[in-house]
């Protein structure tokens, strides 16, 4: 073992501490007295004196910059790190394409940092460093720049391009407009790298300077797909400009730019790319041959299918490979309020014939309005919004066995994904009657209450009664006070609407059937009502009775009127989570 520990001690290679400190520094002095070759010096990974020079140079660049921002002194601290380059290349010119253990030379690291006057100094020197033959310097220069690391494949473009450096990505596109950077390990290009990080000024400086640039990226995605799953709509602008065709170019799975944004949400850039080319609308993909409308529906964009839909309403017709169209999908992934534009009576949508989508069949022979009913039939908004045709149509001839293969069928829907990011999981509501009784029963209880209070309080009126012998007796005191008037009238909605949800709760009482499930939201509308009309009972009876006393009267009022602040918030929070 210790002849082991001997051998590696001895073979092992390591920069002297003196040395190290003044690369790190830049002192020339201390390379001027070394009689050694530079080359030679070298840390266990194999970085030069030059590699350590400009990775460490970058922190010390950071404070100079911070307290000195006066444009002659960042041109003076630019000419003395450049001066120390050009004394090391003057004295070993072989630095200038020494690689480390990962095969980074030093224009690979200055282009990490972004030091553009050193970077035209590396370019420069290997330009003369061919005895004056400026055609083979230039060649030379060139063949510098198309230097792949070891570990990644990366040119210098590659790293510069991923670091966001637009001055090194200039002055290397300017040294090479000619050359077509291939893909690195990963296969990605640097306009694709630049794209996917949102840089819009590195990808038009590529696209601009650039006679062929080459836009390829990971399982056949393009720079486009890389700008729309940056959500960068810049940079989505300035390639759509420049290379339009990038617009109906597909992945691996056949998926165009236009199926990421639809995916993934981006309602600007779906409009930017259908205002470029509409035709991307009907492209499908390679699995489940689905548009882009499909992907808006399956991850329930609302606003992204009325945006699809608004530029290409024929697209509407296309059908996935189950037969599913766009409505098939929002049957089981819309929330509440985008749901009623699409299977209400009063359909938002124009251009298409909505009724004729409704009830198209699958290959199972499952129209939307069977998914929607089935996904949840207990749910009182599938009866809210649709008509007792439309809901008779939708349970026709459906078994108990087409209801189980239809809940199957949405199960297997939750798996997949698109630029990373997976399928909405489906939220079955096929509720338990159990519970469905468990919520009819509270809001019984809650309806009941209500027309119990509020019919008490329509005679234990507020102010009482004129007890004095003549016509008026037994009348309201306030009988003429407008608050007042107020308070019977919004306690009479109260009494008639409470009772009129106790009657539906009756009538669901009935042996079970679709026609009984669609009593309740009209109990739950009634009650909902009769909760915000005994509010306003309650504010108003107590202006009428604290109207002497104003500011007690006002500050009553505002604190009962805070019920419906709350309501609102609390009813915005449901439209958002609350699936039917």
Not at 562 to 573: E, I, K
């Amino acid at each position: 073992m210790d002849i082991e520990i001997q051998e590696n001690v001895e073979t092992a290679t390591y920069m002297d501490v003196d040395l190290y400190k003044a690369a790190v520094d830049g002192k020339i002095e201390a390379f001027n007295d070394y009689k050694g070759r530079l080359e030679r010096i070298v840390t266990p990974n194999q970085n030069t004196v030059l590699h350590v020079y400009l990775a460490n140079r970058r922190h010390k660049a950071i404070v100079f910059h911070m307290i000195y921002f006066i444009y002659y002194r960042y041109r003076a601290s630019t000419l003395r790190s450049t001066e120390f380059v050009e004394h090391l290349l003057n004295q070993c010119s072989s630095l200038l394409l020494q690689a480390n253990a990962k095969g980074e030379i030093p224009l690979h690291i200055e282009a990490r940092y972004g030091h553009r006057p050193t970077v035209k100094l590396l370019l420069e020197r290997a330009k003369f460093a061919q005895q004056g033959d400026l055609e083979n310097g230039i060649e030379a220069a060139k063949e510098m720049l198309r230097i792949r690391d070891n570990k990644e494949e990366n040119t210098p473009l590659h790293i510069a391009a991923r670091y966001g450096h637009l001055e090194v990505v200039r002055a290397l596109v300017e040294a090479d407009p000619d050359f077509v950077y291939p893909a690195n390990k990963y296969g990605e290009t640097p306009l694709y790298i630049a794209a996917r990080r949102g840089y819009h000024h590195l990808v038009a400086e590529m696209l601009t300077k650039c006679k062929s640039v080459a836009h390829a990226g990971p399982k056949g995605t393009t720079a486009l797909h890389a700008a729309v799953m940056a959500n960068d709509r810049e940079t989505v602008r300035i390639i759509l400009k420049m290379k339009k065709i990038l617009a109906s170019e597909t992945d691996d799975n056949g998926r165009s730019p236009l199926h990421f944004a639809a995916h993934l949400g981006y309602r600007s850039i779906v409009k930017q790319i259908l205002e470029c080319d509409k035709s991307t609308s009907y492209i499908v993909d390679f699995e489940g041959k689905m548009t882009a409308l499909h992907m808006a529906a399956r991850q329930s964009h609302a606003s992204i299918m009325k945006e699809i839909i608004r530029h290409c309403p024929d697209c509407c017709e296309l059908v996935d490979k189950r037969g599913w169209n766009f409505l098939h999908f929002a049957a089981v992934t819309l929330y509440r309020l985008p749901l009623r534009q699409f299977f209400g009576d009063d359909i938002g949508i124009r251009y298409v014939s909505m009724e004729n989508l409704l009830s198209q069949k699958d290959e199972h022979g499952n129209t939307p309005l069977q998914l929607l009913v089935t996904s949840r039939p207990n749910r009182y908004g599938t009866a809210m919004m649709c008509t007792n045709d439309k809901m008779e149509l939708g349970k026709e001839n459906l078994t108990m066995k087409e209801e189980e293969q239809i809940l199957n069928l949405l199960a297997e829907l939750g798996s997949g994904e698109v630029a990373g990011v997976p399928f909405r999981p489906i939220r079955l509501h096929r509720r338990a009657p159990f519970g469905f009784e468990k919520a009819t029963e509270s809001h019984l209880v809650v309806a009941a209450l209500i027309a119990t209070v509020t019919f008490a309080a329509a005679f234990t009126i507020p102010g009482g009664y004129k007890t004095e012998k003549g016509v008026d007796e037994g009348t309201a005191i306030l009988i003429r006070n407008a608050a007042f008037n107020m308070f019977v009238i919004s306690n009479a909605i109260a009494v008639v609407s409470s009772l009129l949800a106790v009657l539906f709760h009756f009538l669901m009482a009935r042996p079970r059937s679709q026609k009984s499930f669609a009593s309740y939201p009209y109990a739950y509308r009634c009650t909902i009502i009769a909760v915000g009309a005994m509010v306003i009972a309650f504010i108003t009876g107590a202006f009428a009775v604290l109207e002497p006393s104003l500011g007690l009267a006002i500050i009553t009022c505002l604190i009962g009127s805070s019920f419906f602040l709350v309501a609102l918030c609390v009813d915005r929070s449901f439209a958002l989570l609350d699936v039917f």
